[in-house]
T-cell receptor, first 115, second 117 residues
Framework: AQSVAQPEDQVNVAEGNPLTVKCTYS??????LFWYVQYPNRGLQFLLK??????LVKGSYGFEAEFNKSQTSFHLKKPSALVSDSALYFC?????????????FGRGTSLIVHP | EPEVTQTPSHQVTQMGQEVILRCVPI?????FYWYRQILGQKVEFLVS????????KSEIFDDQFSVERPDGSNFTLKIRSTKLEDSAMYFC???????????????FGPGTRLLVL
């Protein structure tokens, strides 16, 4: 079984400050991990993914995420937030050892960046 | 940049009526998916489709649901007899292929908001 948790419904940060959106996961084997962003009235847009290799993954729009196997986490980060980063962020996990290609999504975290 | 498109953007229907949600996946993609998101809840997988047949489905995808690729471009989700609890945002997604290790990325459409009264 695979699951993902996003413990914060909402994250507030001031523009220019660093941001972190948290994600923890549970899989039977090893994970593939994904972050998606959803802007109002738009579909989910792919940001980045962890497959293997470096634990720090860099993605679109200056975002990065760090895979931490011991803490089963994959937190999304950005050094300096922009107001335009305000959106809904979804973490997803897929167990690479299973036969399914379907990821499990978290409930989403609303990021609000204040000017 | 190619995008997944969905129509309609909003649909209101009466309980018991049939609805068809439409999607046009990215043209060179081979795998297609439907997800739903009930308001305030997480995105849930419904079904995946490849080579004109269902490849995976969740327990949500019961006999009232069906999918079809009628003309080589559209990918549809039909709900035969809608229930109140079918009210949700329905997302279509597509991906190029299932590469070795399953590292493909799914690209999502903007969604159809379905309201069942």
């Amino acid at each position: 079984a695979q699951s993902v948790a996003q413990p914060e419904d909402q994250v507030n940060v001031a523009e220019g400050n660093p941001l972190t959106v948290k994600c923890t996961y549970s899989v039977s084997g090893n994970p593939y991990l994904f972050w998606y962003v959803q802007y109002p009235n738009r579909g989910l847009q792919f940001l980045l993914k962890y497959i293997t290799g470096d634990n720090l993954v860099k993605g679109s729009y200056g975002f990065e995420a760090e895979f931490n196997k011991s803490q089963t986490s994959f937190h999304l980060k950005k050094p300096s937030a922009l107001v335009s980063d305000s959106a809904l962020y979804f973490c997803a996990v897929r167990d690479r050892t299973g036969g399914s290609y379907i990821p499990t999504f978290g409930r989403g975290t609303s990021l609000i960046v204040h000017p | 940049e190619p995008e997944v498109t969905q129509t309609p953007s909003h649909q209101v229907t009466q309980m018991g009526q049939e609805v068809i949600l439409r999607c046009v996946p990215i043209s060179n993609h081979l795998y297609f998916y439907w997800y739903r998101q009930i308001l305030g809840q997480k995105v849930e997988f419904l079904v995946s489709f490849y080579n004109n047949e269902i490849s995976e489905k969740s327990e949500i995808f019961d006999d009232q649901f069906s999918v079809e690729r009628p003309d080589g471009s559209n990918f549809t989700l039909k709900i035969r007899s809608t229930k109140l609890e079918d009210s949700a945002m329905y997302f279509c997604a597509s991906s190029e292929a299932h590469r070795a290790g399953g590292t493909e990325t799914q690209y999502f459409g903007p969604g159809t908001r379905l309201l069942v009264l």
